[in-house]
C-alpha cells in the first residue's frame, strides 16, 4: 500500500504509521504533520455543509471546530477498534460539524425539511420544465395549498439571519436584493396609503365645515384645545349637559356626511 499519493499528500498507511510514531514517542511534530495530512478532510466535509449553514455563520468558525475535533480524534484513537485513524477521524469531524450547524439553527427540524423539500422540488420543476415554478405550480408540486406555502415560506425566512443587501431571486428568478422584498410596515412611506389619509382628510373638513358654528366651535375646544365639558360650558355660556348634547349631534351629523365611506372617517376618526 503507497503510503504518499502523487500529489504528495501522505495516504492512509502513511497516516497509520504517522500515527504509531506519535505514539510511541509523542513527537509533537509528527502530531503537526497528522494534522497537515488530515486537514483537507476537514475542509472537505465543512464544504460539503455550506449550503446548509446559516448565512450569518462565517465557514471559519466551521472549521476551526473540524480542526477541534481532528485533534481530540487523535489523541483519543484507539485502532483495537478495527478503523482506521482517517474513518475514526471523518467520524468525529463530521459529527463535531453538525453539532455545530444545530447549536446556531433555531429553527425547528420540520422547518429545515420544509426548506429541503422546497429547494428539491424547484430543481426538479426547472430540470423538467427549463425555468423556475410559479407559486402555484411549486405548491402542486409539495402536494400543498398556496396559503401552507406561504406560510412555511414565512417560516423558513424567519429562522434564519442575513443582510438586507444579499442577493436572492425573485418569484419571477430576477436577483434582486433582499431588503427589496420586505414589505414596510410604515404606511407614510406608501404612496396609496398617503393618497388614502389626504382624501379622508379633505372628505372631513368638507364635512365639518358643513357643521353649524356653534357645533364647530364646541369641537375645537375640545379636541384642539383639550378643555373639559365643564370648561366648554363656561366658555360657551351653557351648561355641561347642553355642550354634551350639542357634541353628541355634530358626531352623528358628521357619521352621516361620511357614512358612504366609513373607512375614511375611520381614518381620520
Known sequence: MRETSDTGRVGAAGVQRLWLEHRATGDARLRDRLVLSLAPMVKFIV????????????????????????????????????????QYAWTRVHGAVLDELRRHDWAPRSVRRWERDIERAVEDFAGVHGRRPSQAELAASLGCSLEELREHREDIAGSSLTSLNAVVLSDEGAEIERVETVASSDERLDPEAAAIRSAAAARFRSAFAALPQREREIAVLLYVRHLTMAEVGQVMGVSESRVCQLHGRSKRRLRESLADDAALFHLVA
Open 47 to 86: 464544504y460539503r455543509k455550506v449550503r446548509a449553514l446559516p448565512e450569518h455563520v462565517d465557514v471559519e468558525d466551521f472549521l476551526s471546530v473540524g480542526l477541534e475535533a481532528l485533534l481530540v480524534s487523535i489523541d483519543r484513537y484507539d485502532p483495537a477498534k478495527g478503523a482506521t485513524l482517517e
